[in-house]
């Protein structure tokens, strides 16, 4: 049986990913790490889990050599706002750390999943319905580094025959994890606010368009890229995916639907302004539709209705807000 590794297990998508493989291959078949000990008790308890820094060689090996490793998702990384704070630590992080796994996986001959993303575009790239292969220039720490993981995959793939392919992601919303200091975590924490307060303050502005995906679509694309037949693919690495495109108004009105009274206000940071704008619009994912079959489920409203219900049951509301 294939047994998988995943870094940055306790993050935003690696949390989802743990559960969603662990139900799919197996518990004991699916290896949790992270630089923390997971808070979530079936994160913890419900397979296997090892502490793993992906700066130090030395420990991935480690792990590697005790579970007979076949494949990795590679998910340990600095996100796009706490990157622009902290830039040595993300490239430190995002490269460094992405370079040690490869070698791993070249070394014990893996399959790798890493994920790149939106930010690895610039404001040079076409902003609407931005292609699979086209320039790419970004001006933030994060990005640039996300362009590297994307170079030097694709180079250890041709060089070394390496298994490796990618997704570049639009914003994920999720409803399970707090957001770890990406530009889209508004698209998040507005469903938070939204039950618990009635109202949120946006820090991007009104009208600013953005590609989202709802966390059960992404956590679809990375399996099934991953199961794919490899002789379909054209592209390896940092496939465009999306499933939805909206503004912060929109989601506000797409939420007012089920909360009326619900109020945003918009009081702009422009650091993650500035990062946004740097952003496609929109993106042509043709390329994973035509290639593997990818097809998201999830629509904006499909999406609202589901994080309000989920949300919903998961944290302490007032009995009128629970009866909405």
């Known amino acids: 049986m294939e047994k998988i590794l995943i870094t940055g297990a306790i993050g935003q998508i690696g949390s989802e990913l743990t559960m969603a493989l662990r139900e799919r291959y197996g518990k004991e078949n699916v290896i949790a790490t992270d630089i923390r000990m997971p808070t979530d008790v079936d994160l913890r308890d419900q397979g296997p889990f090892e502490f793993l820094d992906c700066l130090d060689p030395h420990h991935i090996t480690r792990v590697m050599q005790i579970y007979q490793v076949d494949t990795i998702y590679h998910l340990a990384?600095?996100?796009?706002?706490?990157g622009e704070a902290k830039p040595n630590q993300a490239w430190m992080v995002n490269v460094?750390?992405?370079?040690?796994?490869l070698e791993a996986a070249r070394q014990y001959h893996c399959a790798l999943f890493v994920p790149s993303s939106i930010g690895a575009f610039g404001r040079s790239t076409p902003k609407d319905k931005t292609p699979q292969d086209t320039i790419q220039r970004p001006d933030t720490m994060y990005g640039v580094s996300k362009v590297t993981g994307e170079l030097i995959c694709d180079y250890y793939h041709k060089r070394f025959g390496l298994d490796s392919r990618g997704v570049r992601f639009p914003g994920l919303i999720s409803y399970e994890t707090?957001?770890?200091g990406g530009t889209t975590d508004y698209a998040v924490e507005i469903f938070f606010e939204a039950l618990k307060h009635k109202k949120y303050t946006c820090y991007l502005k009104e009208d600013t368009s953005?590609?989202?995906m709802y966390m059960p679509d992404a956590i679809t694309a990375m399996i099934q890229l991953m199961e794919a037949d490899p002789s379909r693919l054209k592209?390896?690495?940092?496939?465009?995916?999306?499933?939805?495109?909206f503004t912060p108004a929109q989601l506000a009105e797409e939420i007012r639907k089920h909360i009326p009274e619900f109020e945003i206000e918009y009081s702009v940071d422009p650091i993650r302004q500035e990062i946004a704008d740097s952003w496609p619009n929109s993106l042509d994912d043709s390329a994973a539709r035509e290639e593997?079959?990818?097809?998201?489920?999830y629509s904006m409203a499909a999406l609202t209705k589901d994080m309000l219900d989920k949300i919903t049951e998961r944290i302490e509301l007032p009995s009128e807000q629970k009866s909405r």
């Open 77 to 82: 990384a600095i996100l796009s706002a706490v």
């Open 178 to 180: 707090e957001p770890g």
């Open 96 to 101: 460094n750390g992405l370079y040690n796994i």
């Open 235 to 245: 592209h390896r690495n940092a496939f465009n995916v999306t499933a939805m495109n």
């Open 292 to 297: 593997w079959g990818w097809n998201p489920k």
């Open 210 to 212: 953005l590609d989202m």
